[in-house]
């Protein structure tokens, strides 16, 4: 395995959620590196780096430097404009135009939200509908994305509420996306009475808008030259450039859902990554509990099955995508995450291990003899980086 090094920044402590970077040899001692951390984008944080020869024999090159700020700069015009796009939290924003528009109404939308519900609808289709952003009431019924928490199992949407809005959500199919003239459109599906209330769908691309939008700051790093950078974005979307130094690369380790408990490790794998986007949901991220009517605490989180509107309870506490778009990937982990373990490893078997969706995949799940992990990537590629998650073969589940 080749040798590999990550930086330590501030940044890291948010990455450990998610997925963390480990430490290894130095790259390059020519190379240096300038890092611009962005707040409140889509409500989350984002870090810029880029490794260049910024001092050269211990004379600063201001041009590089100059050109760093010039470039840090443009990713924010860029990052700003995409959240006042695709953000909820924007009453004006592509989204919520959308979002507030009636059943059946077609809605004049920018180019990139266009771009990110192409995606949407790309994905929705090769997961069998596992991803569906289009779960929005459901997901304030139980507290998330604005909702209000509930303190208890009485405070949980009805059966016959999350029955109307699974219809609703059912419906993302049937959106219709146009280009005319240069313009771009997205025709709502009718809406759906639940309750006595006739709902509109609503959507929310907070997710693969994240990926997208690491999609185009590679991009745009590329445009300008830069060849060894990472971009990451809330612990959700990485986007790798090389590593400054040829024979070398990061380091990733995937981070254990359960790493509160006593005596959990910090990953439960780690592998060498370059030149790669990077995408990972886990439940361990936006949860709280609720104890049940026989005293077992239960967890709810952020991540919703759509064909039962509820937080997903399939045993897959997380899951990491690497290659390929990285808007593609986030949509990919939040349909793993909702799948279930068996369905999931079909999928992955099927859909990513080979073909235009060709993926280097691991989640972790729980089940009655402990805690696991699955992943195509070929044995000798990664490191299990503990005793108390066991790696285990397709055969092992069927």
């Given amino acids: 395995m080749k040798k590999s090094f990550a930086l330590v920044t501030a940044f890291i402590i948010s990455l450990i959620s998610a997925f963390a ?16 951390t962005y707040y409140g984008v889509m409500n989350s944080l984002a870090e810029l780096t880029v490794y260049d020869t910024f001092t050269v024999n211990g004379v600063a090159d201001n041009e590089k430097a100059d050109k760093f700020i010039m470039v840090a700069d443009e990713t924010e015009t860029l990052l700003r404009g995409l959240d006042s796009s695709l953000s ?36 929705y289709r090769l997961t069998d509908g596992y991803y569906n952003p289009a779960v929005y009431y459901s997901v304030r019924a139980y507290g998330f994305n604005g909702g209000t928490e509930p ?8 059966d016959d509420v999350l029955s109307g809005y699974t219809q ?82 990061f380091r990733l380790g995937l981070s ?10 910090i990953t439960y794998m780690s592998l060498d990554v370059c030149d790669a986007s990077v995408s990972s949901s886990a439940d361990d991220v936006n949860f709280y509990t609720l104890t049940d009517a026989n005293g077992e605490e239960r967890r709810f989180c952020h991540i919703f099955n759509p064909f039962t509107g509820r937080p997903i309870d399939s045993g897959i506490m997380s899951a990491t995508v690497i290659g390929g778009k990285a808007a593609e990937n986030d949509a990919l982990t939040t349909a793993i995450m909702a ?8 999928f992955i078997d099927e859909k990513l291990t080979e073909g235009p969706f060709e993926r280097r995949v691991a989640f972790s799940f729980a089940d009655d003899s402990g805690y696991k992990f699955y992943t195509n990537i070929p044995e000798g590629e990664y490191i299990a980086d503990s005793e108390n998650f066991t790696p285990i073969k397709n055969s092992a589940l069927r």
């Fill in 21 to 36: 970077l480990l430490s290894g040899c130095a790259f390059d001692a020519e190379y240096g590196y300038r890092s611009k």
């Fill in 168 to 249: 609703l959500s059912s419906k993302f199919s049937e959106l219709v996306l146009s280009n005319r003239d240069g313009k771009y459109y997205a025709l709502k599906p009718e809406s759906v009475t639940v309750g006595g209330e006739v709902l509109p769908m609503r959507l929310d691309l907070g997710g693969v808008g994240k990926g997208y939008a690491a999609d185009k700051v590679e991009q745009l790093l590329e445009d300008n030259g830069y060849k060894y950078f990472k971009f990451n974005f809330a612990s959700s979307s990485v986007s790798f450039g090389r590593f400054p130094s040829e024979e070398e690369t």
């Fill in 256 to 265: 254990n859902p359960r790493k509160e408990e006593e005596g959990a490790p």
């Fill in 151 to 158: 303190k208890d199992f009485s405070e949980l949407p009805s």
């Fill in 339 to 346: 799948m279930g373990v068996d369905k999931a490893i079909s």
């Fill in 88 to 123: 909820t939290a924007y009453e004006n924003s592509d989204i919520s135009r959308f979002n507030a528009a009636e059943g059946g109404t077609e809605v004049e939308i920018g180019e990139d939200a266009y771009n990110v519900l192409s995606v949407a609808m790309e994905i």
